[in-house]
């Protein structure tokens, strides 16, 4: 390793491999290393199911877990948006072809002790149990107006006098609709996918894009927004790495990261043991420089496992929940997740339900139990709670850009919009898809 | 619904670095050869299709290189999945990417658990520096407990026998729907996400 690089990247999270694979196309010379001898970090799907025991310090499984080595547990648990940033992301770079995913059956939100579907156009919404007769008509002329509102054309928001997407705050659009507490909860937190309720006070476009979002990515496979790959979460990294290695990237793994080497206050290698390979830039996740980072909150996880379906699904084989703050008295919103065998994640029969939370208390697991107690009997309960980690600066001056830790979202756009982020800090632009040739491989001969 | 599913059968090639895995799939693409390794060329070219007709019907063979993954980390387990055949690759001048075959074989196993495996010695060309011989692939093939559907002798320097193996290979495949009935079982209702984003999902597909 004794070389010189353009670019060193530590850790092989979905984050850092992104990156990784955007400078490799980019043209760069990029040598991509990881203290783990597996690739995917915090990213990675944990196979067999002894090492999820283990993890934990657990004995290992009975054998009514089946094959262990059938099962494929995510740490951080997320869904992709159909028509969101990621899927953006894979289509452009072709990393998609490496992949197949298959769409996730429910999408539900908690309301008054039961689940329901979430009413996500104008048909659903007068069709829903969630809300009064009213209140669905209410609702149902909000949803058509956030249907038709495009950003560059004013005469698709005349339905509200006086609307500037960019000044008039989201909490002024319910007003004129007239919605109740009830609905803007829904509509903030299981159809903008908010965590909290700072929303309702800055301007509605990006309110109206989230719905917007959530619509369009509905729209496109049909049974819920949502997207997750066969094999796990941790194919996604894998898949930008392969990327980034066939664009020339060199990867090391195993590898002990003994020290950043500074010059001048600007990165100039990465030492291990006796070796330094020299560079220019360095991107890496907050856990290889725990002095660069600050703790901005924690996060809990709770991993599931559960020999049946959950609930009030329809025993669908893949599910999303989500527990508005509001419902159970809290800031923050709890998410659940679950996928099955169906997506080759655990042996026939079994189901992987994850509960998450940001932390409010000192108490985080009495925190997630609304979630929990949506599950049914739980076979076997993992739990985590993780800080959530920032860079102190942005890297421009040192040269060593830091990916912020992965947050309680429940999908991949906060991810992505962190990646663009770095990228256009280390090289002073945005990507330029046009780079890939991906459809080289794609010819017939 | 994105693509029609997998409708090629994925062939991936497995072996140490340096042992001609790139020159194979080089071969194959476009019946090349390049003495130096010149990565570049192969940049951003990670797989391929053609067609091959066998007596029983047509097959798409899909060739998957590494991406020089393995010179110096290990290749993800992602380029194992989903493949109906794997070809452990070898130099025939070179014992200990031969003898080293058997962890590959094992990773082969793990990841793609029905695929078929075939051996591969490459390098046929330099005659009289060979140092494998066909009893040590007869014995290594037994010791396999006959899990190796073939053995080839290939030279990409002259390209000796490595369209009659790829031939071979896809006849064998062609036979063979046991794998492919368990492939498209586990891939039911699953699919790609598409390339045209503006298109309907209907009339969308992979390529």
């Known amino acids: 390793m004794d070389e010189e690089y353009d670019c060193i990247v530590l850790g092989t999270g979905l984050k850092e491999c992104i990156i990784s694979g955007m400078l490799s196309v980019s043209g760069k010379k990029v040598l991509h290393m990881d203290r783990n001898k597996y690739y995917g970090g915090e990213s990675a799907s944990i196979t067999p199911l002894e090492d999820l025991f283990a993890k934990f310090e657990m004995p290992n499984p009975d054998e009514s877990y089946g094959r262990t080595r059938d099962w494929n547990v995510d740490l951080i648990p997320k869904f992709l948006m159909a028509n969101g940033q990621l899927v953006k992301l894979l289509i452009h770079t072709g990393v998609t072809r490496y992949l197949e995913f298959k769409s996730v059956e429910g999408s539900y939100v908690y309301k008054g002790n039961k689940i329901s579907k979430v009413p996500s156009d104008d048909k659903e919404a007068l069709t829903t149990d969630l809300l009064g007769m009213f209140e669905k008509r209410r609702f149902r002329n909000f949803l058509v107006f956030a249907q038709d509102f495009k950003e560059d054309d004013p005469s698709s928001w005349k339905a509200m006098p006086g609307f500037d997407p960019n000044t008039t705050p989201m909490s002024a659009v319910f007003a004129h609709f007239n919605l109740d507490r009830n609905t803007i909860d829904i509509t903030g937190h299981a159809l903008a996918l908010y965590r909290d309720d700072e929303y309702l006070a800055k301007p509605a476009l990006d309110c109206l894009k989230r719905i917007r979002l959530y619509s369009d990515s509905l729209a496109r496979y049909g049974k819920s927004p949502y997207l997750y790959p066969l094999y796990g979460l941790g194919e996604l990294p894998q898949g930008f790495a392969r990327l980034s290695a066939i664009y020339g990237g060199t990867y090391m793994l195993d590898k002990p990261i003994d020290e950043i080497v500074f010059t001048d206050g600007k990165v100039s290698g990465v030492r291990s043991g006796s070796e330094t390979a020299k560079c220019k830039q360095v991107y890496c996740d907050p856990t290889y420089v725990p002095d660069k980072v600050k703790q901005v909150g924690q996060v809990i996880r709770a991993i599931c496992l559960l020999d049946h379906p959950v609930a009030n699904t329809k025993d669908a084989l893949s599910t999303q929940i989500i527990i508005p703050q509001k419902q159970v008295n809290r800031n923050s919103d709890i998410y659940v997740s679950m996928v099955s065998y169906t997506h080759q994640v655990a042996a026939k029969g079994w189901f992987v339900a994850l509960v998450s939370t940001t932390v409010e208390t000192a108490d985080p697991e009495a925190e997630i139990k609304p979630g929990l107690d949506l599950l049914g009997p739980i076979k076997q309960k993992f739990v985590t709670v993780s800080p959530l980690f920032k860079p102190i600066d942005d890297g421009r001056e040192s040269q060593l850009f830091i990916s912020e830790s992965y947050d309680a979202t429940s999908h991949f756009e906060t991810t992505c919009l962190d990646v663009l982020s770095i990228y256009n800090r280390g090289t002073g632009e945005d990507f330029d898809f046009s780079k890939v040739k991906h459809n080289l491989g794609d010819e017939e001969a | ?207």
């Open chain 2, 1 to 207: 619904m994105a693509s029609v599913k997998i409708p090629e059968h994925k062939i991936i090639l497995c072996g140490e670095f340096g042992v001609g895995k790139s020159s194979l799939f080089r071969r194959y693409a476009a019946d090349t050869f390049i003495t130096a390794t010149d990565r570049k060329s192969t940049l951003g070219l990670d797989h391929y299709e053609k067609l091959y007709k066998t007596k029983s019907r047509d097959v798409k063979l899909q060739l998957w290189d590494t991406g020089g993954m393995e010179r110096v980390a290990s290749i993800t387990s992602s380029y194992y999945k989903f493949s109906e055949a794997a070809i452990l690759v070898f130099a025939l001048d070179n014992p200990d990417s031969f003898n080293v075959l058997s962890q590959h074989l094992l990773d082969v196993v793990t990841y793609a658990e029905n695929a078929k495996i075939f051996l591969c010695g490459n390098k046929y060309d330099l005659k009289s520096q060979i140092l494998v011989s066909d009893a040590d692939m007869e014995t290594f093939s037994e010791q396999c407990h006959n899990l190796i559907s073939g053995i080839y002798k290939t030279s990409c320097k002259t390209g000796e026998g490595v369209e009659e193996m790829f031939a071979d290979i896809a006849s064998k495949l062609g036979d063979a729907n046991r794998s492919r009935k368990e492939l498209d079982a586990l891939t039911d209702e699953s699919f790609k996400v598409t390339t045209h984003l503006d298109s309907t999902p209907q009339d969308s597909c992979l390529c």
